[in-house]
């Protein structure tokens, strides 16, 4: 058996699970694991003579082989985010309702204009109302080349992959060695908060995922210009770039300080925290009053807890530390968010020490997404805890191998362990058989041309095109008088958020309208039923 079988075999149960249909769920560690042990059977490395062990402990990757992974595991991450979109698990919510199809009304001179939501008082508006997202403008007109969801599943991954080649060039600079190095570039991409973030389809914040290793790429080789330009992305993610721009402010300052000079420390430690603060204070005092009655945005309530308004709560939370120390203990980070990592992080503290508040804040939080650091939610931690589990699975192996190139092996071999099998279950990368229904969506709404509106469920919207008679199946859109007698697009075995699985039994035993492709059911919304 050789290498090139082994690989061969990988990608054909990669490709081939999700077209097959068989089995049901393929957890990406479930083939790689193996894999990877196979590997070892066929290099046996326990009969490597000093010279062998020699040459790999001192091998660095080309340009050439950094570019030819990069494209590799691009190539990989794309796959697994369109099977997971083809398969129907990248809910309408958030990716069609407030970036998708925003982006598409962007071309149409719409601003991020968000036709239908899950929360109602975020219809009919522009996304501005709710966060900073300046960076979505530039994104959403690749829209006017060509109208399609893929733009923003490859912004995805391109983000993830470009992160990876920066936190390889980051270790590289800190003299690791180039294994190590590429072993904590390969656990940016596994572990379980990137995958969880990439399973999402798409949220600015993945973006966080690019520009932060970028920023600490750039300050590590003392390249300024390009340290500007990262920190200028980040702050165009959304208003909240203040925080990880704090914690590479902070990570900096506690690697670098004494081998900055005065320019060094006023560019790299100063400069982003106040661009930053200045973007959050313009948007908070200007943009958030204009585009709203209340003058508040709309996550205000996250900390109801601890006051009324964002500034008030965070007063509350400084006034009650321990109980922000207490929900920080019981939040997702300790649980979920750190675990991939091993603790390391903890040992390579200089790295992620800035992380605290946002750790901080995320767990005083009463939404419970944010609370267990869900979804998307801990992609800004990502780049500073690698970092630092590198950086502390090196001092902890140096404390058992005397030879530091041994010691760098045993990093590596422990951080890839950790972002391989430790909370890589159902949160991780998986591939799923593509769905017949998801495929047969734009030939039931052709068969549904002559309908004013169609309602449809919000697993299938996102295949839905841009058309506006076609909206989003919701408990207000569906007893809305607005939309009396409007066709409902639906199927059983398709997620329905905001309702829950049983919450569509009524419409299923309605009429069908005429029969649908693949499954699909299409039925009319009563005309006499009432707004509730």
């Known amino acids: ?73 691009g190539l990989l991450l794309f796959w697994l985010v369109l099977t997971r979109f083809r398969s129907g698990e990248i809910n309408a919510v958030d990716f069609t309702v407030y970036f998708d199809r925003p982006c598409f009304q962007t071309t149409q001179g719409r601003p991020l204009f968000i036709e239908t939501a899950d929360f109602p008082e975020l219809s009919q508006g522009g996304g501005l109302r709710h966060h900073a997202y300046w960076g979505m403008f530039p994104v959403c007109y690749l829209y006017a080349l060509h109208a399609t969801p893929l733009w923003l599943l490859a912004l995805s991954v391109i983000a993830v992959t470009a992160g990876a080649v920066h936190v390889l060039r980051a270790m590289q600079r800190l003299g690791t060695g180039g294994v190590l190095a590429t072993a904590t570039a390969i656990a940016f991409v596994l572990n379980d908060n990137t995958a969880r973030t990439l399973n999402y389809g798409f949220h600015p914040e993945v973006l966080y995922a690019w520009f932060i290793p970028w920023l600490l790429d750039a300050a590590l080789r003392g390249n300024r210009r390009q340290f500007v330009a990262a920190t200028l992305a980040c702050i165009l993610v959304k208003e909240d770039a203040a925080m990880p721009l704090f914690a590479a402010s902070v990570a900096l300052g506690l690697i670098e300080f004494r081998r900055m000079n005065h320019l060094d420390r006023a560019v790299f430690l100063v400069l982003p925290v106040i661009l930053a603060l200045a973007n959050l204070g313009i948007y908070y005092a200007v943009v958030v009053p204009a585009l709203t009655t209340e003058g508040l945005p709309a996550y205000g309530h996250f900390w109801a807890s601890y006051g009324p308004t964002p500034m008030r709560a965070l007063v509350g939370m400084i006034a009650h530390p321990w109980a922000v120390l207490l929900a920080s203990l019981r939040s997702g980070f300790f649980r979920t968010v750190i675990l991939p990592h091993l603790f390391l992080p903890v040992l390579g503290w200089r790295w992620t020490l800035g992380i605290v508040p946002i750790v901080a804040l995320y767990s005083a939080s009463d939404d419970p997404q944010l609370r267990l650091f869900g979804i998307y939610y801990s992609i800004p931690l990502v780049p500073f805890l690698v970092l630092g589990a590198s950086t502390g699975a090196l001092m902890l192996a140096r404390r058992v191998a005397t030879d530091i190139g041994r010691a760098a092996l045993s990093a590596a071999t422990l951080i890839l362990l950790g972002a391989l099998l430790v909370g890589s279950g159902s949160r991780g990368y998986s591939l799923r058989p593509w769905r017949t229904e998801i495929a047969a969506v734009p030939d039931a709404l052709s068969r549904l041309a002559g309908e004013r509106v169609v309602l449809v469920q919000s697993g299938l919207y996102p295949h839905a095109g841009y058309d506006e008679r076609t909206q989003l199946l919701t408990p207000e859109t569906l007893h809305n008088p607005r939309y009396a007698g409007a066709a409902v697009l639906i199927a059983r075995r398709i997620g329905a958020y905001p309702f829950r699985a049983d919450d569509l039994d009524s ?26």
């Open 507 to 532: 419409l299923h035993r309605l009429p069908s309208i005429q029969a649908m492709p693949g499954g699909l059911i299409a039925v009319r919304r009563p005309v006499t039923q009432a707004h509730r």
């Open 1 to 73: 058996m050789s290498l090139a079988l082994i690989g061969l075999a990988v990608g054909a149960v990669v490709l081939g699970a999700p077209l097959v249909g068989w089995p049901g769920v393929v957890r990406l560690p479930a083939v790689l694991v193996p894999a990877l042990i196979l590997a070892v059977v066929v290099l046996r490395p326990w009969r490597w003579s000093a010279s062998e062990w020699r040459a790999l402990e001192e091998w660095t990757p080309s340009a050439r082989v950094v570019c030819t992974g990069a494209l590799v595991v």
